[in-house]
């Protein structure tokens, strides 16, 4: 406790030794907590790592697992564990050791019309290149993937270099899918995408076999103790050591045994005091999925997400939702939990999302934007009808003659009429409307691109405002007066063809 009649400069040379030692315990405690944020994200990626030689041993006992691919060959469905899982595109994950087999060439097929991407992501999972229409175009393409410290020639032939700033890399394919018809066309798209070694391309194929020794031991996802927290990402970060701007906060983290390389304290006051800031890091972590910058009920997107040098809590809370995020030039996610007057979303009510004339997302080819339903997991819900996402290719799903759009999430199990179409959840809250160029190009951030300008949850108008994508123009739905004993109620827009329910 502070003594408030002390000058703050003045020094007590009486401390007791349990004061002293209260004292040391509480500085371990505020700088584990912030040390615990910044390597939470470097944590999971390890955890991905982990779970992916795994899948790869498993799958492909005789290749290394390093260079291949772990494919998703069908839509997510609610048996998915993976946080915001994607019901428009085909993924697949690859993962590099720079520092080990040396840069990497990717080569992408040609994909037409078609979205493809292949994100790059260093050991914290912020991405470092992106592959795909905006950024690449859509034709084949053999792009350089180096670590840090490479310098030598870059080869002809290569379309583009990605220079990743850590020795670990992730690589996140996604193919958009119209639906399972197509399975067969895009499971051989997936298998074009390959990884080979810089020295044994453009001839060669095949991996070598990498040391792999960082993610031995016990699974990562069953850790509980966060000095087992500590001691393995303080592993991960030795390996992958933070940028030279981030070097005086590594410092820190050493002084209390959370830095890289670092040895836990043996003290027991100590260890506990990093325990206690564990605790407390996660517990800002929660508030951060569930508490940020909202407008009439929608969370707004970080304009940042998916860059290097955000707040750590925030990248923290970030890939704790949405793993791997990409940045807002790419693909931007807004998530509704509330209703405009604040009430939490309740699966057994009625809710829309209306898109007035001219509001629905303008998209630069090949882009698009879809409405997910996911429960308060972050994750799909089981439905009778076994519809997660509503887009602009879902059958029956036609604007009204002035262009104006609206999607219905409802409980009741109501049999499908022509024009209609809807998710239906049980329980659990439906997502935000999800745009971008896992979605569009970069008219979604710039310009006027991807506002949806009025947006209603059944009897409460949500209006996302401001944002990462401009301001929005549409103006909020009018409401009546009150009723008697009730509150004010918007008005109901136009039930004509348009509207999209069930």
Known sequence: MIDDRRRI???????PPAAAREAEAGNARAVAMQAYLYAFPGFLHMRQLQDFVLGRRYAAPGEPPLGGWVLMRALADPATTTVSPNVDTLSGASHLLLDDHGPVVLSVPAAGDRYLSVAVLDASFDTAGLI???????????????????????????????????PAAALIQRIFVHGPDEYGSLHRLQDAVRVTPLARWPEGAGFPESDLSIVDGPPLR????????????????????????????????????????????????????????????????????VVGPTHGGWRLPDPVGGAP???????????????????????????????????RLDGARRYEVAFPPGGLPPLDAPGFWSVTMNGPDSLLVANPAGRYVVRPDT???????????????????VADAPGRCGCRPRRGIPSAWRSGSTCPAPRCWTGGGCRPRSVAWGDHALIPGPGPCGPARGSPVRRRPPRAGGRSRPRRRSRAPGRCGG
Do not use: C, K
């Not at 045994?257 to 260890?271: F, K, M, Q």
């Open 309 to 343: 040098g955000r707040p750590f809590a925030d990248r923290a809370a970030a890939q704790m939702t949405q793993l791997g995020q990409l940045p807002a030039t790419e693909t931007v996610y807004l998530f509704a939990q509330h209703d405009a007057a604040g009430d």
């Open 9 to 15: 400069e003045d020094v007590r040379a009486d401390v």
């Open 222 to 289: 069953e850790t509980r103790d966060p000095l087992d927290f500590f001691a393995i990402t303080s592993r991960w970060m030795r390996r992958n050591p933070p940028p030279a701007t981030d070097r005086g906060l590594a410092g820190l983290f050493d002084t209390v045994g959370t830095g890289p390389g670092s040895a836990l304290p043996e003290d027991p006051g100590l260890r506990e005091a990093l325990r206690a800031g564990a605790r407390d890091a996660q517990a800002l972590i929660d508030a951060r999925v």
């Open 132 to 166: 795909g229409p905006r950024t690449t175009g859509t034709g084949a393409g053999d792009h350089l993937i180096a670590g840090p410290g490479w310098s030598g020639e870059v080869p002809p032939g290569i379309a583009s270099v990605v220079r990743v700033p850590t």
């Open 395 to 413: 059958p029956g799903l036609e604007p009204g003659p002035d262009g104006a759009l609206t999607l219905v999430v409802q409980s009741p199990s």
